[in-house]
């Protein structure tokens, strides 16, 4: 199974602040991983797909990046909503495997 | 629009079979690369990928737990049931259901859940 190491586990920041959390798998493979935004009782929010596409509908201060097996979500200017846990998911091969996930909190 | 909604018991006693269902609508299952995954959160931890089953009914498990679990769909009713066998305190969480596509784009293809439901509570308890 391919491990995802996300990091790190909590952060907390101010409204305004960029931040900036990563996801580093056992093994390379391109593009093939996912962001999402998960807020308590609701559902997962797709945010990022393959890496660095924005899924329709979800605001631009959201962006994907990678380098070899290293990726990574930016979020710039936070605004109150974005207060959430954040996880990336590999989608290159099954079985799927998601990050521990990143909480982020006000601070 | 897309929706999926889970639904099962809200308890259950150790030991007992496990089963819920997802009931979609705005797709169809036949569709090829359309599939529908359950993922689960325990209390105070990270969501967890269970299973998923395929347009053509190809299935797939967790590792760690693929001997207790059991996916399969019915396309005429758009629903997806998952059983899991031999419950433990250890598997009470919320599931959710979630669809997965795939997208053509830029000449590679795209793999994505990009619709969850809004989950249901279980908990595993005598």
């Known amino acids: 199974d391919i491990q995802m190491t996300q990091s790190p586990s909590s952060l907390s920041a101010s409204v305004g602040d960029r931040v900036t959390i990563t996801c580093r798998a056992s093994?390379?493979?391109?593009?093939?991983l996912n962001w999402y935004q998960h807020k308590p009782g609701e559902a997962p929010n797709l945010l990022i797909h393959t890496s660095s596409y924005l899924h329709a509908g979800v605001p631009s201060r959201f962006s994907g990046s990678s380098s070899g097996t290293d990726f990574t979500l930016t979020i710039s200017n936070l605004q109150p909503e974005d207060f959430a846990t954040y996880y990336c998911?590999?989608?290159?091969?099954?079985?799927?495997?998601f990050g521990q996930g990143t909480r982020l909190d006000i601070k | 629009q897309v929706t999926l909604r889970e639904s099962g018991p809200a308890l259950v006693k150790p030991k007992q079979t496990l089963t819920l269902t997802c009931t979609f609508s705005g797709f169809s299952l036949s569709t090829s690369g359309m599939c529908v995954s359950w993922i689960r959160q325990p209390p105070g931890k990270a969501l967890e990928w269970l299973a998923r089953v395929d347009w053509d009914d190809d299935k797939f498990y967790n590792t760690s737990l693929k001997t207790r679990l059991s996916i399969s769909k019915d396309t005429s009713k758009n629903q997806v049931v998952l059983t899991m066998t031999n419950v433990d305190p250890a598997d009470t969480a919320t599931y959710y259901c979630?669809?997965?596509?795939?997208?053509?784009?830029?000449?590679?293809?795209?793999?994505?859940?990009?619709?969850w439901g809004k989950g249901t509570s279980v908990t595993v308890s005598s």
């Open positions: 093994q390379t493979f391109s593009r093939y």
């Open positions: 998911q590999q989608s290159y091969s099954m079985p799927i495997t």
């Open positions: 979630a669809r997965r596509v795939v997208l053509i784009r830029e000449s590679y293809y795209h793999y994505y859940m990009d619709v």
